[in-house]
């Protein structure tokens, strides 16, 4: 019996052997796309300058996250909020894609006078035909620079400017792009965390005023941020916190 369906077996896989590759005897093309990458040589430099053109422009797409949050208003937004996150202590809520998505409308909100100053001086002139691309770049720089040049404190910004080799600006305008950014980060940074430091203070009390009053009351083994939770989230509805925060955020740019 074993030995019938062995030979069973045998004849069925021949029979499928069979089956694959009888088109293949009868001369039956299969298609299977292709796909072919190369490198060819030119004279032209034209073309060699599309090339780094578009190079570049994927380096810059690469980049763009970075630049966003790094030339904008968004990391001293995003900080704030995760501050509040955290001195409210309700773990992931609001999520962090609530947050982040908050973040970039308020960038959106910040920025759109810049950008549309960036649009009218150099995109659309661009686009026209009436200025080069270089020349582009150098008007878009203009009003970017000048807002972060508002929001970079002065002692930041000599910092950097100490630091670089070479003559020394005479105006904050003429600093160098790579000069500011990094002066503009570490501003961003301490700005955040001083609206951080004064979010967290009447929380921290909260906080303090519940773990007292368990102590008091000999309940050691229950925690506190268990207790203080709702009273935070009550204060933070009563004095409209959100309000408060966001208003806060969009004057400090100002």
Request: aromatic share 10%; glycine share 4%; net charge neutral.
């Amino acid at each position: 019996m074993n030995q019938r369906i062995r030979w069973i077996l045998i004849l069925l896989a021949v029979f499928l052997g069979l089956t694959l590759v009888w088109p293949f005897a009868n001369g039956w093309a299969i298609p299977f796309p292709t796909i072919q990458f190369g490198v060819d040589d030119t004279d032209e430099p034209a073309k060699i300058s599309s090339a780094l053109q578009i190079l570049i422009l994927l380096t810059v797409l690469a980049l763009a996250p970075s630049i966003l949050i790094m030339t904008t208003a968004f990391s001293r937004i995003i900080i704030v909020l995760s501050f509040l996150r955290q001195a409210m202590g309700t773990q992931q809520t609001p999520p962090t894609q609530v947050l982040v998505g908050l973040g970039l409308f308020l960038t959106l909100f910040v920025m759109s006078p810049i950008w549309s100053e960036i649009n009218e001086r150099a995109l659309q002139p661009y686009l026209a035909e009436e200025l080069s691309q270089m020349d582009a770049l150098k008007q878009a720089e203009i009003p970017l620079k000048q807002f972060m040049v508002k929001q970079t404190r002065e002692k930041d910004l000599s910092l950097f400017v100490n630091l670089v080799s070479g003559a020394r600006p005479e105006s904050a305008e003429e600093v160098s792009m790579r000069t500011l950014i990094p002066a503009f980060i570490i501003s961003e940074l301490k700005t955040a965390f001083q609206i951080g430091f004064l979010i967290y203070i009447p929380f921290l009390i909260l906080d303090m005023v519940v773990a007292s009053i368990l102590l008091s009351m000999g309940m050691m083994m229950l925690p506190p941020v268990l207790i203080s939770l709702p009273f935070k989230l009550m204060l933070f509805v009563m004095v409209d916190g959100w309000y408060l925060t966001v208003g806060s955020l969009m004057k400090s740019f100002s």
